[in-house]
């Protein structure tokens, strides 16, 4: 089986001895190949062509200061997103959801709040504005069709005795 070689797959010497050498300059032996930049977003939508791949901000993230067009934030000439219609400061509105424990800790220092105010003013209890009222015959007691007033140790009695 005849074999042929180019030039540099020639087996020689010095292409054995090659990595060593460079190795002892500081050289670091790899490929020349190309060094690809990762892109920051990539369209899994193969349509859109050699359209520019442009990131996802919404318009309402945006500052307001500075365009061209302030309501939709952009500047003149600017490329338009792919769709714009969704990143649009005319869009629907991103709302931030805050963490559970944010949440929790806002709840206890507002029912702590409302708690400590109640506190405090339950000492600050007012005077009455006029005195009660005084009725005969023991409030009109009979009159409105009530029982007779009984204190504690008589209703006892009178359950004992029954």
Do not use: C
């Not at 020689?12 to 460079?22: E, Q």
Request: net charge positive; charged share 20%; glycine share 8%.
């Amino acid at each position: 089986m005849n074999r042929v070689f180019t030039r540099m797959q020639t087996p020689s010497p010095m292409r054995a001895l090659l990595p060593n050498r460079m190795l002892g300059y500081g050289i670091r032996f790899e490929s020349g190949g190309p060094q690809y930049k990762k892109k920051y977003y990539v369209d899994p939508d193969p349509q859109i062509g050699d359209y520019p791949n442009l990131p996802f901000i919404k318009g309402e993230l945006k500052t307001p200061y500075g365009w061209w067009d302030r309501q939709m934030r952009r500047n003149f000439g600017d490329t338009l997103q792919e769709h714009e219609d969704i990143l649009g400061t005319q869009s629907n509105s991103e709302y931030y959801t805050p963490p559970w424990s944010k949440v929790l800790m806002q709840w206890t220092v507002f029912v702590s709040i409302l708690g400590t105010g109640a506190y405090i003013i339950s000492f600050y209890v007012p005077e009455r504005p006029a005195i009660p009222r005084h009725y005969p015959f023991n409030g009109l007691e009979n009159e409105l069709g009530g029982k007779p007033a009984m204190s504690f140790k008589s209703s006892i009695e009178s359950v004992a005795n029954e």
